[in-house]
């Protein structure tokens, strides 16, 4: 079991994820057949501590992401979009927020659009409720989910042709706020995207 331990600042009353589980699947090697727990200290100050992930870039980066690689968080302890792929076009994105601490909720907007221009097939939504939306623009080709989080995780879960490239925007009260992406990646746990738009491609099919 591996853990990494970091001190920061986020959102004016936000944390990370205070612990953020990968769950070996298919698509990672041996070396990660347990678990990684990012645990992280809670720390409320002038914002001293706060480790800058760098500017965020204006043109879209590629990365990959892990076939059968998945992210577990406790509801309500941590700020954070997560994005699974669960391989044959299977895809999930799903949202968390540190409202047990902050007492506030998060709205979240994600919008994902297959860079081929192909269809997004069988969207369905997963745990939203209230005014929370998950709609299809008319083309096929673009997904929105708005959801507001708060002790329990929200999401989407859609279709793509296997190994179909995605583009990943997203919003946090809306801002753009690509630090609080994560997925994992050539067997590693990214925290924080380098661009926002993000652009995603399955290890495998």
Sequence with gaps: MLSSNRSVKLRSLALWPSVLTLVAGVGLGAALSGCIIVSDDDVYDDGSSYVDPGPVLDEPIQVAIDTGATLEATPGDGVGMFVEYAGEGRWRVWTACDTKTSEVACAWDAFVTTLDGSEIENLASEDIEGHDIVEQNSRGDTIHLFATTSTDFDGMTFETKPGTRIQLEMYLDGLSQPRFVYWIGD???????????????????
């Design 187 to 205: 067997a590693v746990l990214h925290e924080g995207a380098p661009t926002n738009p993000l652009d995603l491609k399955p290890s495998v099919p």
